[in-house]
């Protein structure tokens, strides 16, 4: 178990993206403190997910570093970066749609994983998010709440440092919402989540410090009750434009 | 392990078949039989890219005739013996692979189909004009003295058959493990969702190079062995059928099965022989029963096997 630290596991210096004469980031200078579920709101368009974009290393920044565990990884590809011990689930599924559950998790495990751990491996992460009994389906075959809980086992079987999941409750329901944030609260202390989230209940619940970004640029960050009572943010949610 | 007990298994037991097809058939049939296992070599090597990495080239001619003027120049122009020759054609198939691939992989797709078939027609332009040495269209034919491997010389029928179905073998074999590997299982990722193998940790780019390479060197392998084995090296080899023909047989048998190929490669050329001994439109006959085969077994004919048995490999 990682120990709750306030050294940042991640770090970003003057992060931009531009898109022609539009900037999605500006200047992100951004910290993650490790251990800990950080989620990452703001409202559409914000940039949330080009941020991520550019810290996984799907998106090329314009210009800005990123810093993991230190080490600056600015010029890596990204499955180097995932590499590092950086695991990424989509916002829209992204699964081996025609392979078997067992052999999607079983990807994901055997980079770091030699073959008489596996079989172990994968059991233990589909039986952490309630798969276990669903190893041998073909995984385009689950539901659309398993496939996301699929998602979240083969982050898992990668024993990430940082798990940065991007919008896993989307399109879940309420029922499977819930038991989605006793999974993720169940993982705090072991990595560092990033979580990138629309549904304030679920950050309320599930964060333990949040970072709001707005245009493009972070507009404040602090535990859920100092962000829940800023006024900025308050504005930028509900459109008031003194903020 | 059970798993690739029964892949093995499966494996030898189409071994063995080959074996007592040639024993017991008719001559005509029997000499056929090195001929097939020799392009099917070609198709396994196709299929690593195409059934198993979802990369579709049309343009692996340029490989499959890499190994075959790679082994038929050598013999020809340096007087080289069969088996360095023969090595030189399987690094010809390989290198040729690593280049093309590097500079084809930048693309995807479509533009990747377009880009292979581009450098395939260059390679057979360039055999065309080097026309002095390669004898073009017309060809050559292969020494005498480069069909003898440790004293034995392969253009006898039963010889012939024993080498092909040696080096039959072992691609079978090998490719069997292969696709079960580690790295089989990850180039079928690729093919299932790169993005996501990407996101996994996975040098995507890296590993598709690789299967390229692999891929080539089959090809090339199975050039060569069709030179050796059948004594003649020409142009036609390194034209656009050559390209088509493996996508045919890989599609027909069963694109990412290690028995399809093989079972493409059958089908296809008994097909063709059996329409031309009713009609000189013989080739209306097999475009008919291919297009019936398409809509009715899309995944080929392996692939309508592996519905009912899942574990096949």
Redesign the interface.
């Known amino acids: 178990m990682a120990s709750v630290t306030s050294r940042p596991i991640l770090e970003t210096r003057g992060l931009t993206k531009l898109y022609g004469g539009l900037a999605a980031n500006t200047d992100v200078d951004f910290q993650l403190p490790a251990g800990r579920i950080t989620a990452l709101i703001g409202p559409n368009g914000a940039g949330k997910s080009t941020f991520v974009g550019m810290v ?1 290393g ?1 998106i090329p920044a314009t210009r800005g570093q990123v810093i993991f565990e230190g080490r600056d990884i600015s010029a890596l ?4 970066r ?2 590092l011990g950086m695991a ?1 689930t ?1 916002q829209i599924t ?6 078997d559950v067992r ?1 999607n998790v ?3 495990a ?2 770091k994983t030699d073959g008489a751990h596996l079989g172990a491996k994968v059991g233990a992460a589909l039986a952490r998010v309630g798969l276990a009994d669903r190893a041998d389906a073909v995984a385009g075959d689950l539901s659309y709440g398993h496939q996301r809980l699929l998602e979240i086992a ?1 982050g898992l079987a ?1 024993d990430p440092k940082l798990f940065i999941l991007d919008e896993p409750t989307q399109g879940l329901a309420e029922s499977e919402v819930a038991g989605f944030v006793a999974l993720i609260r169940d993982l705090a202390g072991e990595t560092t989540i990033l979580l990138i989230e629309h549904n304030m209940d679920v950050v309320m619940q599930a964060a333990d410090h949040i970072v709001v970004l707005d245009q493009g640029m972070v507009l404040a960050s602090g535990e859920p009750q100092a962000i829940r009572a800023d006024r900025a943010v308050q504005a930028a949610y509900l459109g008031t434009a003194d903020a | 392990m059970s798993e690739r007990l029964r892949t093995d298994a499966l494996h030898l037991g189409v071994i063995a078949l080959l074996v007592v097809l040639f024993l017991t058939l008719p001559t005509y049939y029997a000499g056929n039989l090195s001929r097939i296992m020799v392009l099917a070599i070609y198709a396994i090597g196709y299929n690593l890219l195409f059934g198993y990495t979802g990369l579709l080239s049309l343009g692996h001619a340029m490989f499959f005739a890499a190994g075959m003027y790679g082994y038929g120049l050598t013999a020809q122009l340096a007087g080289w013996p069969a088996l360095p020759a023969f090595a030189l054609g399987i690094l010809a198939g390989a290198a040729l692979g690593l280049v093309v691939g590097a500079l084809a992989l930048r693309t995807a797709g479509v533009a990747f189909m377009i880009v292979t078939l581009m450098f395939a027609q260059s390679a057979y332009l360039t055999i065309l004009y080097f026309g002095t040495w390669t004898r073009g269209d017309e060809g050559f034919v292969v020494p005498g003295v480069a069909r003898v491997v440790l004293g034995i010389d392969l253009s006898g029928e039963t010889e012939r058959f024993v080498a092909a179905l040696i080096l039959f073998s072992l691609v079978l074999l090998v490719s069997g493990r292969l696709v079960r590997s ?1 790295l089989g ?2 180039l ?2 690729i093919r ?2 790169e ?10 780019t890296r590993l598709k190079l690789i299967a390229i390479t692999v891929s080539a060197a089959l090809s090339g392998l199975a050039g060569a062995a069709y030179a050796l084995l059948f004594g003649y090296v020409g142009a036609s080899f390194a034209a656009v059928p050559y390209s088509i023909f493996p996508l045919l047989w890989v599609l027909l048998g069963g694109a990412g099965t290690t028995v399809g190929p093989l079972i493409g490669v059958f089908f296809m050329f008994y097909l063709i022989d059996t329409a031309s001994g009713i009609t000189l439109a013989y080739m209306l006959i097999a475009g008919l029963a291919l297009v019936l085969l398409t809509l009715f077994a899309p995944q080929g004919i392996a692939g309508l096997v592996r519905r009912r048995v899942r574990w096949l490999p």
Do not use: C, K, W
Not at chain 1, 94 to 99: A, D, E, K, R, V
């Open positions: 996984t799907r590809p990204a499955h180097a995932i590499g990424y989509f992204s699964i081996f749609p025609g392979l052999e079983a990807l994901a055997r980079r083969m990668q | 580690r299982r990850t079928v990722a299932e969702n993005e996501r193998t990407r996101m996994l940790g996975y040098d995507a």
